[in-house]
């Protein structure tokens, strides 16, 4: 039989506290750096192409999300792999929003940031208010959750073009 290890090791408590959320920073920070070189070309070309920008504002709003669930848990690591990702995604989504040549892809950008603005302020709020740090936390953290599989799900978007065409060029 194996047994558990009761004693945590220096070096354990290390890769918990320091070394796990600083990888984490670095992924976090690589999943908002993703699309920063075709974002700059589309803005070098003036032209958005075949960039799909429906995941701009899902980046743009997880990112707040979190920063705000930092917050609420006081966990810097949280806030420095978000606040990048803020940043970028805001970025990006001002460069679909000003490229795109299509009234449709502008308006769904626009009612998705709204949307993203409203539900943080709104749960921002509650947060603020609620004396109940279990449900605070909660909520903010299964809304992130439920947000950052929105986020990897929202490239599928083009997956019907790709069928239709046959081609992801």
């Known amino acids: 039989r194996m047994s558990i290890p009761t004693n945590v090791t220096e070096w354990e408590t290390m890769m918990v506290k320091n070394v796990a959320p600083a990888v984490g920073v670095f992924t976090s920070s690589g999943i908002g750096l993703g699309p920063l070189s075709a974002v700059l070309h589309c803005r070098k070309i003036s032209d958005l192409g075949e960039v799909n920008p429906d995941p701009f504002p899902f980046l743009l709003g997880n990112a707040i999300g979190w920063i705000i669930y930092s917050a609420a848990t006081e966990n ?25 040549t299509s ?15 409203s539900l ?14 279990v449900l605070r936390v909660n909520l903010l953290g299964i809304l992130c959750n439920i947000l950052v599989i929105i986020l990897f799900a929202s490239p599928l978007s083009t997956l019907a073009k790709v069928v239709a065409t046959r081609s992801s060029a």
């Open 76 to 100: 810097l690591w949280i806030f420095a792999a978000n606040v990048t990702n803020v940043l970028l995604g805001f970025f990006f989504v001002l460069t679909g929003y000003g490229l795109t």
């Open 120 to 133: 943080w302020m709104g749960v921002g709020f509650f947060c603020a208010i609620t004396t109940d740090d």
């Open 103 to 117: 009234n449709y892809v502008r308006r769904k950008i626009e009612v998705l940031c709204l949307f993203f603005l």
